[in-house]
């Protein structure tokens, strides 16, 4: 049987580099220094003390603003001496570092530790985090970023190698766990899935195997599947299997191809998996069954971590259009 951590329970977590101390001081003295100036320079004499209050105001502006971005930096906790700041989302299948046209992508296993250290006040005699700082470590490379409040990344920082260990399980062409997809993470691989999953829907070995009548998949999806169709594809969608492949997303896609709404909680447990294929794939079988995208999450937050043929052919299989498209192969 397959051994899984409990998903992620964290879904998009935004960090940012902090201001240096150095600079938010520079840059709040200068606003102070300049204000002060203008109320005790030449021009002041000539003033009235109505006249003056502007450039007075003025200081004491600059001088709230120092005191603000000072508390400010003490309510910030500091990342580890020699780490680089930058902007980051921790996301359920890694981490994405300067999102946008170039990104970089840090799957689960690529990364070695991460730490979240927080600053507390008081509220009404309550202790409350007002400040976070993430750490990510990895071979040649250490991360960091703020965040305002807490980040709820308790979960990764106890399960990350369980989370590594799931994202690196090689897939399943069975329901079983025992025939191996043979790719290693560098070529598309739900086109193959696919394939095995609509074999599995169709011939008279796979019928027997889910309880189904001989014939097309397409047939035997206009009824609702029975109860020992259910158990089969839950069982693999759990991982309870004999094999040590990983067989919940070809489950994940006969669940679709045969209508099987009786699996659809398991789905939306899978929806997060660390495996980016697993959780993708979750997501269309759960979208095509019916469950609102709200509930379910997206496709598209999935789409950093998968080649650009996976996504294609999930989007085939939530609009069950899968019959157009190619497999892999």
């Avoid at 201001?19 to 003033?47: K, N, Y």
Wanted: hydrophobic content about 45%; charged content about 20%.
């Amino acid at each position: 049987m397959l051994r899984s951590a409990p998903p992620p329970d964290f879904r998009y977590v935004w960090l940012v580099p902090g201001p240096s101390f150095r600079a938010l001081t520079l840059a709040a003295g200068t606003v102070g220094l300049s204000s002060l100036g203008l109320a005790l320079g030449p021009e002041t004499a000539a003033w009235s003390l109505t006249a003056g209050s502007l450039p007075i105001g003025l200081a004491v502006a600059g001088g709230a603003a120092f005191a603000v971005g000072l508390a400010r930096q003490m309510q910030r906790p500091r990342p580890p001496s020699g780490a680089r700041e930058v902007s980051m989302a921790i996301v359920p299948w890694g981490v994405i570092v300067d999102p946008g046209a170039e990104a970089r992508i840090l799957r689960w296993s690529a990364i070695r530790k991460v730490e979240v250290a927080v600053k507390h006040t008081l509220r009404g005699g309550t202790p409350a985090i007002v400040s976070s700082v993430v750490t990510v470590e990895t071979e040649h490379d250490v991360l960091a970023g703020h965040a305002a409040g807490a980040v709820g990344l308790e979960s990764l920082t106890v399960n990350l190698d369980a989370y590594a260990d799931e994202a690196a399980r090689p897939l399943a062409t069975d329901l079983d766990g025992t025939e191996v997809l043979d790719e290693d993470g560098l070529a598309p691989v739900v086109g193959l899935l696919l394939r095995h999953a609509q074999e599995l829907c169709s011939t008279s070995q796979g019928a027997a195997r889910l309880f189904l009548p001989p014939g097309d998949y397409r047939r035997a999806s206009l009824r609702a599947p029975g109860p020992e169709t259910a158990a089969v594809l839950g069982r693999a969608l759990t991982g309870d299997v004999p094999g040590a492949a990983d067989p919940r997303p070809v489950a994940a896609i006969c669940a679709a191809l045969l209508g099987a709404e009786a699996v659809t909680p398991k789905l939306l447990r899978l929806s997060s998996s660390p495996h980016p294929v697993v959780a993708a794939v979750a997501r269309a079988a759960a979208l095509r069954l019916g469950v609102a995208p709200a509930k379910v999450g997206s496709i598209e937050e999935v789409d950093e971590f998968l080649f650009e043929e996976d996504r294609e052919t999930v989007a085939r299989i939530a609009h069950g259009s899968e019959g157009a498209g190619r497999g892999n192969g």
